[in-house]
């Protein structure tokens, strides 16, 4: 394992120093999904959830998230998002909705927690939504699929 970087030689907390690092283009893909009632499905994809468009509102809801990760997160750096794409799929198999977010950068760190942030406020999103239909959605499997960029290079799950 690697040393931790947000510890001081103190053990104290404190948000890493990068102005050093040499700035690179920056990518993440993270994704997860929120499983649902076979019903609860249908109703999101026939427009039937009383509080309007699910999907179009878990997709700006990711891409806010993605923006105010550095809020939310201690130590995160603010970071300039170049891209941030967002891929939600109604997916009858799980049964649910799958959530994949890309985020791009161009900078001296990585963007991996804005992908992932990204991926949990959009489907909380989705459960804020539907959850009078089916207050027993579960959020699962969100994950960092991929990250390229930075000094450790490509790496993928």
């Not at 993605?66 to 109604?90: F, G, M, Q, W």
């Not at 009858?92 to 992908?115: F, K, L, Q, S, Y």
């Amino acid at each position: 394992m690697t040393e931790l970087t947000h510890l001081g030689a103190d053990g104290e907390v404190h948000m890493v120093d990068v102005g050093g690092k040499a700035a690179s283009q920056r990518v993440a893909i993270a994704d997860g999904h929120i499983r649902m009632q076979p019903e609860t499905l249908s109703a999101l994809e026939h427009g039937d959830i009383a509080k309007g468009d699910v999907l179009g509102s878990a997709r700006i809801a990711a891409i806010m998230a993605a923006k105010r990760t550095s809020d939310l997160i201690p130590l995160c750096h603010p970071l300039p998002l170049s891209h941030v794409e967002v891929t939600l799929s109604l997916r009858p198999d799980i049964p649910g909705v799958h959530c994949e977010v890309r985020a791009e950068t161009h900078g001296p760190t990585g963007v991996e927690m804005e992908a992932l942030t990204a991926v949990q406020i959009g489907l909380l999103t989705i459960y804020d939504m539907a959850k009078a239909l089916d207050r027993g959605m579960a959020i699962e499997a969100v994950a960092l699929r991929h990250k390229s960029g930075g000094r450790s290079g490509e790496w993928t799950r």
